[in-house]
Antibody, heavy 117, light 110 residues
């Protein structure tokens, strides 16, 4: 079965960076994109970007102004999301998920990132 | 960027009633790339509808999607107690590759 296991919760100071991992299994990693979506407490879902699991092409939301970088390791079937210059408003649950023809069909359990001094 | 606006923000209905949730796009969205999700508290979203009208695997047939262009609808024909939660629409632009979500509709028990 398709499954994503995300790395554990993080607590970061403002101005720091965070790098999250997302281990995929149960499908051909290179045949689908990995999407990243975040959700601040009590707020809406916010799309961050996607990475093509096969060729590594990426697309990012303009809302992050170059602060986000997506990577993948095909041999490890793992995707990574790095967010830099953290501010308190980046406190959120970060989800990785499988992109499938424009929709997002399988989701990870989410990783809570807390930005606080 | 395509902005999705969902209405109403909150919908109060009783079990057994019919729910109609709206998603309006600021520009034309290909029906192929319009999806609906259900999210329960503390859980990741779950895909309900893809391609505007196709039910995802395991989704009960009381959920249906329709629409085209800039106006899309999620209908729940007979509300069950477990359906009272938050719903999001999402689009993917085939021209830019960008995605976006609506702000959500909360379905609450009247």
């Amino acid at each position: 079965q398709v499954q994503f296991v995300q790395s554990g919760a993080e607590v970061k100071n403002p101005g720091a960076s965070v790098k999250l991992s997302c281990k995929a299994s149960g499908y051909i990693f290179g045949a689908f994109a990995i999407q990243w979506v975040r959700q601040a407490p009590g707020q809406r879902l916010e799309w961050m970007g996607w990475i093509n699991g096969g060729n590594g092409n990426t697309k990012y939301s303009q809302n992050f102004q170059g602060r986000v970088t997506l990577q993948r390791d095909t041999s490890a079937t793992t995707a990574y999301m790095e967010l830099t210059s953290l501010i308190s408003e980046d406190t959120a649950v970060y989800y990785c998920a499988r992109g499938n023809r424009g929709s997002i069909d399988y989701w990870g359990q989410g990783t809570l990132v807390t930005v606080s001094s | 960027e395509i902005v999705l606006t969902q209405s109403p923000g909150t919908l109060s209905l009783s079990p057994g009633e019919r729910a109609t949730l709206s998603c309006r796009a600021s520009q034309t969205v290909s029906s192929t790339f319009l999806a609906w999700y259900q999210q329960k508290p503390g859980q990741a979203p779950r895909l309900l509808i893809y391609g505007a009208s196709n039910r995802a695997t395991g989704i009960p047939d009381r959920f249906s999607g329709s629409g085209s262009g800039t106006d899309f609808t999620l209908t729940i024909s007979r509300l069950e107690p477990e359906d009272f939660t938050v719903y999001y629409c999402q689009q993917h632009s085939s021209s830019t590759g960008m995605c976006s979500f609506g702000q959500g509709t909360k379905l609450e028990i009247k």
